[in-house]
């Protein structure tokens, strides 16, 4: 299982410019609105989905509906749309 430092190693992350105080360092997307707007309409195999599990939450590659709380966008491509880290 990945985690989070991985993520960042990996992933250079979009400021979200709606809202200057957005969770995550300046880089989390709200669910609704003009923010969900903005990330449907970027490349979605650079659109994450973080979501609420058992004991955790995750980001998983691609755009999700079931238990999302927010996504996040990054400047480069998921390489397999199976790709999930923990959010910790």
């Not at 669910?31 to 979501?51: C, H, M, Q």
């Amino acid at each position: 299982m990945k985690n989070l430092d991985e993520f960042e190693g990996q992933y250079e992350l979009v400021k979200n410019t709606f809202d200057k105080h957005a969770a995550y360092d300046g880089a989390w997307f709200e669910t609704y609105g003009n923010e969900e707007l903005f990330v449907r309409s970027a490349d979605p195999k650079t659109v994450w989905t973080i979501v609420e599990g058992d004991e955790s939450l995750w980001v998983i590659a691609g755009f999700h509906l079931v238990n999302r709380l927010g996504y996040l966008i990054t400047k480069s491509s998921w390489t397999s749309y199976s790709e999930i880290y923990r959010f910790d």
